[in-house]
């Protein structure tokens, strides 16, 4: 019967060192983080990279590519973070509203944490008066 290669030797020929990022050259999910069989399961590439080199991810972090590269996998480049820091670094749709200062009109908005919705308040006093506007129109017509 033939021995099982162990699963740090299959994983570093799959890597290919720049002078910055470690790149992953073998298999992709669907969203372009590399997966890696490591004997039992399929697992992300920069998650099994980052736990030989650093040991497990600490309970309730996330791994946050500092380098925005999801092919990478340099532990240099991986740091433990909470999810919601993850997505407020990231350029998704919840990362890029949080990052606003102004509304489209110019006016400022609300701190981050001062309500629930990210309006101004000036915008929202002119949807409201457009609302109060349409309702009226509609009961005289």
Known sequence: MRK???APERFWPKVHKTESCWLWVASLNSKG???F?????????YKFAYEMA???VPDGLDLDHLCRNP???NPAH????????NTLRGYGPTAIHARKT????GHELPAPNARRERECLPCKAI???????????????
């Not at 949807?127 to 017509?141: E, G, P, V």
């Open 71 to 73: 092919v990478c996998v």
């Open 127 to 141: 949807r409201a008066r457009a609302a109060y506007d349409r309702k009226r129109a509609a009961r005289a017509a």
């Open 78 to 85: 991986l740091e433990p973070v909470t999810s919601r820091a």
């Open 102 to 105: 102004h509304c489209i009109r």
């Open 4 to 6: 099982a290669t162990p």
């Open 37 to 45: 069989y490591d004997g039992r399961r399929v697992v992300q590439a």
């Open 33 to 35: 983080y590399g997966q």
């Open 54 to 56: 650093r040991g497990p």
